[in-house]
């Protein structure tokens, strides 16, 4: 059974920085593409950024220059850089995983919370 494990979360005030962790329980190396994604209050759920195994990076509109997705295939961690934090970035943060055989798996989530 796959496990994805999110910490890292917390409250920051504007233009602060947080990273995200997520930690997979198999090798991270044979996940295809690793996720974040973010669920606000009342909208729906979102993508924020994906990292490939060829380390191709896709970014939402909204971060691109700001967040930083990076995998530390050692570690079996895949994190979320997150710098100059909006009140806007305020979600319940989702690690994802996909295999080759296209099954996706979902972490439990981790709150961030940005204070204007």
Same mark, same amino acid.
């Given at each position: $059974?796959? $496990?994805?494990?999110?910490?890292?979360?917390?409250?920051?005030?504007?233009?602060?920085?947080?990273?995200?962790?997520?930690?997979?329980?198999?090798?991270?190396?044979?996940?295809?593409?690793?996720?974040?994604?973010?669920?606000?209050?009342?909208?729906?759920?979102?993508?924020?950024?994906?990292?490939?195994?060829?380390?191709?990076?896709?970014?939402? %509109?909204?971060?691109?220059?700001?967040?930083?997705?990076?995998?530390?295939?050692?570690?079996?961690?895949?994190?979320?850089?997150?710098?100059?934090?909006?009140?806007? %970035?305020?979600?319940?943060?989702?690690?994802?995983?996909?295999?080759?055989?296209?099954?996706?798996?979902?972490?439990?989530?981790? $709150?961030?919370?940005?204070?204007?």
């Amino acid at each position: $059974q796959v $496990q994805l494990v999110e910490s890292g979360g917390g409250l920051v005030q504007t233009g602060g920085s947080l990273t995200l962790s997520c930690k997979v329980t198999i090798s991270i190396s044979s996940i295809n593409i690793m996720g974040w994604y973010r669920q606000a209050p009342g909208k729906q759920r979102e993508l924020v950024a994906t990292l490939t195994t060829y380390a191709r990076t896709n970014y939402a %509109d909204s971060v691109k220059g700001r967040f930083t997705i990076s995998r530390e295939n050692a570690k079996n961690t895949v994190l979320l850089r997150m710098n100059s934090l909006k009140p806007e %970035d305020t979600a319940v943060y989702y690690c994802t995983g996909t295999t080759g055989v296209g099954r996706t798996y979902w972490g439990q989530g981790t $709150q961030v919370t940005v204070s204007s």
